[in-house]
């Protein structure tokens, strides 16, 4: 590729650990990309190291009274970068005309607007933030064809059935069944679960993710918001998406056809494959993981989720059924009950009962657009932040 053809790049959420594998693969194939913008919430000082590092024209921080820290932080490391601040900022970013690709990488529901605002734009859009196509997976899917560009997806697990279903007629994959894998997360054969520490709740035993996804995957609503995500990228219906665990994290996914065959995509876990995969598509590049050695992978086993005790993937599946804003109200729900984990208001095993009480008692009309998707949210966050305050007084 020479070097006019570069791909130009915004990275939104650039200091997390989504951004900081795909900076790993870019600084490998430095003549491919060229970094355009780079952000962060509140992490000023990662974000100017990585600006400068990068020489990215832009940095944008989301909390609005860092600005100015952003740009001395700038400063004084010689970068030319140009620093702003805000959501109106993160947006700008996303559909700017100077980048072609962007990586959505904003942990949580904070990632909608810049997401879909790149979808619109038609960039090449590379999809981590599942919380974004939970929440408005018909808004964010009808934007993507609207403004032409392509959507590729991060997670591990939708980036394996990307891989499996290349070259797959329509007809084909309408018949095909999902199989998502699932390492089970920390606490796969543990039975006491009420005294979890938010520290033991990330200790993930394979992959090393931010803390709110690694909570995510203890809970295994990880999985279940993987369901919907899934649902909503392949036009898979939620009774053909099946969920294995697979705790050697080996296989990433499966997609089985109508003649039995199974296509599988295998790989250590390290998330710079996905990311070096969506990169490039359709071509191939060197990610910087570790090859596997199946000599020494040891056995490869699958068992079946133990929903009676990991009770948000029946809650996932549900909202996806229901359809409308089940899935926004569960969302949010579950982001206010990992962070009051987190902050030890919550114990680990109220964060199930705290989405099923959410889900139970508010049901608002289906959104119509992005606003309405937001209002649900706002609304959402307050009632469930009331129902923590009553669970621990
Ligand atoms: N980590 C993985 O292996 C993995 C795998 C598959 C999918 N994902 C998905 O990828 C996304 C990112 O995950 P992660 O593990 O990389 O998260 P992370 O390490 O917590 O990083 C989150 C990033 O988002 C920024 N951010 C946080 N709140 C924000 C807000 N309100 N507005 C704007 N930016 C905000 C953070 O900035 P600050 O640093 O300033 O807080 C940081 O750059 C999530 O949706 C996750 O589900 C992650």
Redesign the pocket.
């Known amino acids: 590729m020479t070097k006019t053809a570069a791909r130009s790049i915004t990275i939104l ?7 900081a594998s795909a900076l790993d693969v870019i600084a490998r194939h430095r003549q491919r990309y060229r970094v355009f913008a780079v ?5 000023v000082n ?1 974000l100017a190291d990585i600006a400068a590092k990068f020489d990215a024209d832009v940095a944008v921080i ?1 909390d609005p009274t860092l600005e100015r820290s952003l740009r001395d932080a700038l400063r004084a490391r010689g970068a030319k970068t140009r620093a702003h601040a805000g959501r109106d900022a ?1 947006v700008a970013a996303a559909q700017a005309p100077e980048c072609d690709t962007v990586l959505a ?4 529901s ?2 909608l607007e810049p997401t879909l605002a790149a979808a619109a734009a038609g960039k090449r859009l590379l999809l ?4 974004s196509i939970v929440c408005a997976g018909a808004l964010l899917m009808a934007a993507v064809e609207r403004g032409g560009g392509t959507l590729l997806p ?3 697990e939708h980036n394996a059935i990307h891989q499996c279903l290349a070259g797959v007629s329509k007809s084909e994959r309408d018949g095909a069944r999902l199989i998502l894998t699932a390492s089970g997360g920390p606490f796969l054969k543990r039975d006491d679960l009420d005294g979890v520490t938010p520290d033991e709740a990330c200790a993930h035993p394979k ?1 090393v ?5 690694s909570v995510d995957s203890a809970t295994l609503m990880n999985k279940g918001l993987e369901v919907i995500e899934a649902s909503w990228l392949f036009g898979i219906p939620p009774d053909r998406i099946d969920i294995v665990i697979h705790p050697q994290s080996v296989i990433h996914s499966m997609v089985e056809f109508g003649d039995g065959s199974v296509l599988a995509q295998m790989g250590t876990p390290d ?1 710079r494959t996905p990311l070096a995969y969506a990169l490039a598509w359709p071509e191939r590049i060197a990610s910087g993981a570790r090859r596997l050695d199946f000599a020494n992978a040891g056995p490869l086993t699958f068992e079946t989720p133990d929903r009676r005790q990991f009770r948000c993937l029946d809650y996932a599946y549900a909202s996806l059924r229901r359809g409308g804003a089940a899935s926004v109200v569960l969302n949010a729900a579950n982001e206010i009950a990992v962070q009051a984990f987190l902050q030890e208001r919550l114990r680990f095993t109220d964060i199930a009962p705290t989405i099923e009480q959410m889900l139970g008692s508010f049901d608002p009309p289906a959104p119509n657009d992005i606003d309405d998707v937001l209002m649900i949210d706002r609304e959402a966050r307050v009632r469930a932040r009331e129902l923590i305050v009553e669970k621990v007084p």
């Open positions: 959420g650039a200091t997390g650990s989504i951004g952000t962060a919430q509140s992490n990662d989301g993160l990488a904003i942990v949580g904070a990632g981590a933030n599942k919380e991060v997670d591990s992959w993710m931010g803390r709110k996804i998330m």
